[in-house]
């Protein structure tokens, strides 16, 4: 089993700046891919940005050049760090990791969602 805590959203005017953790625990060999979603009231659900164990990373446009993702393979935790925030900001953001356990299997696993608003 896998626990996932987020932290680090709130309320930030426009061009502000916050960072995102998500630190798993629990039973864990290896996490390959650390991702962040967001949704937006009367959106879907989309990609932000990822990372994988090797450091390769991807990013959603909008986010491109304002955010970054990054990880902490010892501390099994991947951040986000979000700066020239915009009100189309707006959204619960959710951790997602791909998690192989010592038997080598993987799972994967979301965290409970933090709120981010952006706002004057």
Sequence with gaps: ??????SGGG??????SLRLSCAASGSIANIEVMA????A???????????TSGGTTRYQGAARGRFTISRDNAKNTVNLQMNS???EDTAVYSCNVAVADFAGRLRGY?????QVTVSS
């Design 41 to 51: 009231p009367g959106k879907q659900r989309e990609l932000v940005a990822i990372i």
């Design 110 to 114: 979301w965290g409970q969602g933090t």
């Design 1 to 6: 089993q896998v626990q996932l805590v987020e």
């Design 11 to 16: 309320l930030v005017q426009p061009g502000g």
């Design 36 to 39: 962040w979603y967001r949704q």
């Design 85 to 87: 925030l915009k009100p």
